[in-house]
């Protein structure tokens, strides 16, 4: 159920407001950053200056979707801001909590016009709900089915632009349609944005279709050596730092979706894969099909996310780590 506001009470404030900035959380996956793209163009179209700020880089296969750049904390358009150039509201997208936001947290004193005000915008049923006006539907399937109903509520057309990025979006957060989270609305939001002109096969193929040779042959490796639990009902797979250099000397390597291929295993109801972040760090993400909500086990940890697709960083060894997850996994299955 939507938490505390409606799209009216939104609606009512923005006739207030000229200009608006636009974040969402650090490490911004497809339902981010389609979302914030297309809330941009929404706000544009409905006659409001909007900018997005984000405290990360948008990863290499998401960038086809900006139409125009996205600034960070440090972009020289941000600097000694006249009164005149501040946002009268900050609207946080796809963020469960408002420190999410990452480094964007850090400037909005300088940025902001006194009395602006902060607008919370997601789906995720671990929001914290925080703001000043709260809009947080855990029943959608992604943040931007939200931002979808906003331009309805506004009476803005949705142009092809924008409609490549919500439906971005859409597809990203649904797992291509095959996470259970899957419903009728997203799929109806989904035919909306196509008749407004996104073009789902080249969305797809630019976001999964396009990696680089060298994700494949880490991916062969990571498949290889994939390890079965509990008689095969849960899946792990782990990747170390090391690993990573070997095949992007760089260090820039793109690891979303890998955890989808745990739970395509025949048997498997609760996949994990574990990533080095650092020294000592690592980032779990874990997907579940069937009952097992695996956002509980994660929320263990400090984690979030939702009952089919969740994540936590944790701090220790990787078989430290790794048994603390799996032990967590296994109080969970039935």
Request: charged share 25%; proline share 3%; glycine share 8%.
């Amino acid at each position: 159920m939507t938490h505390n506001n409606s799209m009216k009470t939104l609606q009512r404030a923005l006739e207030d407001v000229d200009r608006i900035l636009i974040s969402t959380h650090v490490n911004p996956d497809g339902d981010a950053v389609g979302s914030v793209l297309g809330l941009r163009g929404i706000l544009e179209s409905a006659g409001k200056q909007s900018e997005v700020v984000i405290s990360d880089t948008i990863t290499k296969k998401y960038k086809f979707l900006m139409d125009r750049p996205v600034l960070r904390p440090d972009s020289p358009e941000l600097e000694n801001l006249e009164e005149a150039e501040r946002f009268q509201m900050v609207i946080f997208v796809d963020a469960s909590e408002r420190e999410r936001a990452g480094d964007v947290l850090d400037h909005l004193d300088r940025w902001m016009s006194p009395g602006a005000l902060e607008v919370n915008i997601d789906h995720h049923v671990s929001n914290d709900i925080f703001g000043d006006i709260v809009i947080v539907d855990p029943e959608r399937a992604s943040t931007a089915e939200l931002v979808l109903q906003l331009a309805g509520t506004l009476g803005v057309d949705i142009s092809p632009v924008v409609a490549d990025q919500l439906f971005a979006a859409i597809l990203t957060d649904t797992g291509r349609f095959q996470f259970g989270n899957t419903d009728s609305h997203s799929l109806q939001a989904a035919a909306q944005l196509v008749a407004a002109g996104a073009d789902p096969s080249t969305i797809a193929q630019r976001i999964y279709l396009e990696r680089p040779a060298s994700f494949y042959r880490l991916l062969g490796n990571l498949l290889s050596s994939i390890e079965l639990r509990h008689d095969g009902r849960t899946c792990v797979m782990t990747m170390t730092s090391d690993l990573i250099a070997a095949y992007f000397p760089d260090g820039h390597m793109d690891s979303e979706g890998i955890v989808d291929f745990t739970v395509q295993v025949e048997g498997v109801e609760v996949g994990v894969f574990i990533r080095q972040t650092g020294d000592g760090t690592f980032r779990a993400s874990l997907r579940s099909r069937g009952e097992i909500d695996v956002r509980v086990i994660v929320e263990a940890f400090g984690g979030g996310g939702h009952e089919n697709a969740a994540g936590c960083g944790m701090e220790g060894s990787l078989n430290d780590v790794k048994e603390r997850i799996v032990s967590e996994v296994k109080n969970w299955l039935k």
